[in-house]
């Protein structure tokens, strides 16, 4: 095992949007940063706009991330071109997607050894996901050429779990990739958010809570499939469903707005849009289930929120929720089964589950987990072998 001499941490994260958590990112980093002692700079971007709204994309704003992204490295250029950057400092980009990224290896290879750090990037999806949005907009074809450029000279890949590093070794990466599992979050920050004591479950409204994207990788159908299918069976509670959005509903696909506003009308489906994170954080005080269909939410935030704030959690077993969920098969469901799905809300709706925090107190740590790898002292979690699928059945906490 190599140990680093961290000099310093140049941060680079992301742009703040009120409808995404990446407002809370940076902050989440900063008190890991400072409670280890680490010598740190965030490295700041140019905002195109102060509406910290997602006008043209799905995840992050398409001019926004772009224009962000290349006014960070513009400044992360400067400070190496006045030698403030050391071959003893790592530079970690909390997004693999980094426009202007190519100005790294383009300086590097041309610059004393001795002012060359250490690249570390944090893959969220990418084109190795077949469910990531690239795939809904075609940019797969140059995506995936990026991605290999950027796998030719970063230090570290971090991936979010087991899965995702598996679909990085079939796809041919090659640098040194590591599973953090879990995604960057802070608890305390979570609940600090919360004044007072948390809601007792049993006070909390007979609510159901959907909290990703209403977009076709999250699945809306099979939700709405649920709810339907749970209005139609009179022997269960009368239960509120609901979607929590942190902006305007939208989805890049039609028939789930129409479906949408047909179950508004009929009374079926609530919809909270447009929510400031305290009043999610308020909503998910007074919520028993928070539900998730996705495909490729790749840990999912949501889920270390609601478990955070005291409301159970139920899950597919699919690609990263096993091992977000440490197997528990009674908050995870047979995917694309309504029969198992509904029959772990019921229970699920009726006490707080043995083992809530647990969840959340795994992901309070994914930071500790990255820096403890940027100083080299997370071998452990590397996965360069050719028997990396033995890590996948373990249960990590």
């Known amino acids: 095992m190599k140990l680093y001499k961290m000099r310093k941490l ?14 809370q990112l940076q902050e989440w980093n900063r008190a890991v940063f400072e409670r280890r002692g680490i010598d740190y700079e965030i490295v700041t971007g140019e905002t195109l706009s102060n509406d910290q709204a997602i006008v043209t994309g799905q995840v992050l704003d398409a001019h926004g991330r772009t224009y ?17 950057v050391t071959n003893e400092d790592v530079i970690y980009f909390e997004d693999m997607f980094q426009p202007g990224i190519e100005s790294l290896p383009y300086i590097m290879d041309q610059i004393d050894p001795a002012h060359r750090p250490r690249i570390a990037v944090r893959c969220l999806a990418q084109s190795i996901d077949p469910d990531d949005f690239v795939h809904v907009w075609g ?24 899965e995702m590093a598996m679909h990085m070794k079939v796809a041919g990466w090659e640098g040194d990739i590591y599973n953090i599992s879990g995604l960057a979050f802070g608890k305390a920050e979570v609940r600090s958010r919360v004044r007072g ?35 139609d069976n009179f022997h269960l509670p009368k239960v509120e469903f609901c979607i929590f959005s942190g902006a305007k509903l939208k989805s890049n696909n039609d028939s789930y707005m129409a479906r949408t506003r047909d ?28 539900f998730n269909c996705a495909l490729q939410d790749w840990v999912s935030n949501t889920v270390s929120e609601a478990d955070t704030l005291g409301s159970n959690v139920l899950y597919p077993a699919y ?74 059945h373990e249960s990590k906490y």
């Open 139 to 162: 940019m797969q074809k140059w995506m995936a050429l990026y991605e290999k450029m950027v796998d030719s000279f970063a230090d570290i890949i971090l991936a979010s779990n087991e």
């Open 319 to 392: 690609r990263s929720f096993p091992e977000t969920f440490a197997n528990d098969a009674s908050r995870l469901y047979v995917p694309w089964s309504l029969e198992d799905a509904m029959s772990k809300l019921g229970t699920l709706l009726q006490k707080p589950h043995a083992r809530q925090g647990a969840i959340s107190d795994w992901t309070d740590g994914t930071i500790d987990r990255i820096v403890d790898i940027l100083e080299g002292k997370g071998e452990s979690w590397r996965r360069m072998t050719t028997d990396y699928r033995k890590h996948t």
């Open 263 to 290: 179950l508004q009308a009929r009374g079926l489906l609530t919809v909270y849009e447009d929510l400031e994170k305290n009043d999610y954080y308020a909503l998910l005080n007074d919520t028993r289930v928070l």
């Open 197 to 231: 004591d948390l809601k007792p479950f049993e006070d909390r409204a007979m609510r159901v809570g959907f909290a990703a994207r209403w977009d076709q990788e999250k699945q809306p159908d099979f939700y709405m499939d649920l709810i339907e299918a749970w209005n």
């Open 10 to 23: 140049w941060y680079m994260g992301l742009e703040p949007y009120k409808a995404r958590y990446t407002l």
């Open 68 to 84: 962000f992204g290349m006014s960070q490295l513009m400044n992360l250029v400067r400070k190496m071109k006045q030698g403030e």
